[in-house]
């Protein structure tokens, strides 16, 4: 975006602890995609009078288990504070969240050659769900009570590639360490605080996908930019509307004490010792993984971001090429030009019999093919027969192997393309031509790179 005044970009990013089962102060299920209207809901998720929080320690595992990967200082206690705010999708009419005792406090998360500081994060409860339709509004109490993590950046930012790249980074870790399941319907929200020059910041809330969150940083950046050039910007709270790809302004920026923020009483406070952290074991992080098979493997950038976005996928090619070290270069080729294929066929029944394909059978074929014993037009046959039908995966019986001999190749083309065939003498271009029809007529029973060569070495 060419522009004259400077754009800066502050991120709070909530994301749904889904990969556990029940809410942050209650039993009731998280997982309601299948479920009626208010199933998994209990006195506690309605805020009914004298329902008591029961708090979900597996949550707190979770959030210290990123704040350590996010190489936060460990706070010495935990806290909860009640935010108040009228909404009709907050029964108790106060949010369970943290203020100061939070879970982690002054990260860094790695994005490419940076280090974007992150300011702090903090556990607190989904509000519920308002549904709209004609007869009015429904409010859905089964997200009521769902266990969030807010995390909130410095505002670093002042560009989209800045803002995709940290958010892509950030769900890599998130789903790594099995905290949330970002693709989920309203598992990934994100708040855009936005201010250009020395003028206040204004908060574009609740924006579900990076789309279109990337839409409303260029609207709301230009939006601003305008005004600055008529008017002062106001300080305020504003939502995107993804249908006009409009930012709309919902009311005044509140600030903490408007929210009239109280302790939690009905929660004790948790205090931490400091060899906590130290117990918690965190497997590779995306960034440590990312210099380590870049270093390792010979591929292209965009190769190793696709395996970075699928730890199954990366597991899978890490067994391959670890097993097959001496034919690692064709293993790989396979790799990216077969299984990538068949991995993304959105077919489990697929997808199983891939990841589990037998090693040694495969070897047979990759040792066949780096010796020309085979084309590759049969591997790809033979590999189709196994995933599709999982028929056992065996090299093809003699009668399928290249059966047409020199002669009869050299005949069948000679008269089907005699001008190209006497030409191609002195013309070794128009060889590739010759292949590519000798493999047609043998119906691929041939080698390519074999008949290349017994090409070349004929006589007129």
């Known amino acids: 975006m060419s522009i004259s005044l400077k754009v800066k970009v502050g991120l709070e990013v909530h994301c749904q602890l889904n990969f556990l089962s029940s809410k942050l102060f209650c039993s009731c299920s998280i997982n309601s995609q299948d479920a009626a209207v208010n199933e998994n809901s209990c006195p506690v998720c309605r805020g009914l009078p004298g329902s008591l929080p029961d708090l979900n320690g597996d949550a707190i595992k979770k959030g210290l288990m990123l704040g350590k990967a996010l190489k936060m200082t460990q706070v010495k206690e935990l806290y909860f504070s009640r935010k108040h705010y009228f909404y009709p999708d907050l029964p108790k009419s106060f949010q369970i969240t943290q203020t100061d005792g939070v879970i982690g406090k002054e990260g860094i998360l790695p994005v490419k050659t940076s280090l974007i500081p992150i300011k702090q994060i903090q556990l607190e409860e989904d509000p519920a769900k308002i549904n709209y339709t004609e007869e009015g509004k429904i409010i859905d109490y089964n997200r009521s009570g769902t266990p969030l993590i807010e995390l909130v950046t410095d505002p670093v930012f002042t560009n989209e590639s800045e803002i995709k790249s940290f958010l892509k980074q950030y769900r890599r870790l998130l789903e790594l360490l099995k905290i949330s399941d970002t693709k989920k319907e309203s598992a990934f929200r994100v708040d855009l605080n936005i201010s250009v020059g020395k003028h206040p910041r204004v908060e574009v809330k609740n924006i579900g996908s990076d789309t279109e969150i990337i839409n409303a940083f260029l609207y709301e950046s230009k939006r601003q930019i305008n005004e600055h050039n008529e008017q002062d910007i106001l300080i305020e709270t504003r939502h995107w509307d993804p249908k006009l790809q409009i930012s709309i302004k919902s009311r005044e920026k509140e600030s903490a004490i408007d929210y009239m923020y109280i302790p939690e009483f009905d929660i004790p406070r948790i205090q931490l010792p400091n060899s906590f952290s130290q117990e918690l074991v ?44 001496q034919e690692k270069k064709i293993m790989s080729q396979i790799f990216w030009r077969e299984f990538l294929e068949w991995y993304n066929s959105n077919n489990n029944e697929y997808i199983g ?108």
């Open 282 to 325: 965190l497997p590779e992080l995306p960034w440590e993984a990312e210099e380590r098979i870049s270093k390792l493997y010979e591929l292209s950038n965009n190769e190793i971001q696709m395996l970075l976005d699928d730890k199954t996928l990366l597991n899978f090619y890490e067994k391959l090429i670890s097993y097959f070290s």
């Open 353 to 460: 019999r891939l990841l589990n394909i037998p090693l040694i059978e495969l070897k047979t074929f990759l040792e066949a093919l780096q010796n020309d014993k085979i084309s590759f037009n049969l591997f790809k046959k033979s590999l189709k027969k196994y995933i599709t039908k999982n028929d056992f995966l065996k090299l093809p019986e003699s009668e399928n192997m290249e059966i047409f001999s020199n002669e009869k190749i050299f005949s069948k083309l000679q008269e089907k393309f005699p001008e190209i065939w006497i030409k191609s003498f002195e013309n070794p271009n128009l060889l590739n031509y010759l292949v590519g029809q000798g493999v047609k007529l043998a119906k691929g029973k041939i080698n390519p790179k074999k008949l290349l060569v017994i090409l070349k070495e004929r006589k007129k």
